[in-house]
């Protein structure tokens, strides 16, 4: 299972590698950078689930801009066990990503509840609660904009 969640891991990050462009394609592009503080907001809350974010220091000699990525955990994966018990934060410092982590637990993220329904994550389903309450929270506070690379 680990070696599994070891390789999604990193093929997520390949294809996020291989659309990277730099400085001057970006502005070419359109594309707007991230300006954020280095370091760890930790226990973020967007109604009554628990985030984390992680931004990784900028090199001097940046050539490209930051991303902003979801990373979704599996069921029962803690948002602490990412940086305990992978390389995400190794592989984000290398490639410029921000890094944001919700607390999901149990959520398979799904788009509605049904009757039948016994195990619910939260109040309302987990694709639902990414869509519509957690991404208009974090475009709020700058995150997942419109023309910038995410």
Do not use: H
């Not at 730099?22 to 226990?43: H, L, M, R, T």
């Not at 934060?89 to 799904?110: F, G, R």
């Not at 939260?122 to 208009?136: D, M, R, S, V, Y």
């Amino acid at each position: 299972m680990v070696l599994f969640r070891y390789f999604f891991l990193y093929a997520i990050f390949l294809s996020f590698v291989v659309s990277c462009q730099s400085v001057n394609d970006v502005s070419a592009n359109q594309f707007k950078c991230y300006n954020f503080e280095p370091g760890w907001q930790k226990d973020q809350k967007v109604n009554d689930v628990f985030y984390d974010v992680y931004v990784p220091p900028k090199p001097k000699d940046a050539t490209s801009c930051q991303r902003v990525v979801l990373v979704l955990p599996g069921w029962k994966f803690p948002r602490t066990d990412w940086p305990k018990k992978s390389d995400i934060i190794d592989i984000a410092n290398q490639y410029q990503a921000i890094l944001v982590m919700p607390e999901m637990y149990t959520s398979i993220y799904e788009s509605d509840y049904y009757n039948e329904t016994v195990m619910k994550w939260n109040e309302i389903p987990g694709g639902q609660f990414i869509k519509e309450q957690f991404l208009p929270a974090l475009q709020k506070k700058g995150y997942f904009l419109k023309g910038y690379q995410n």
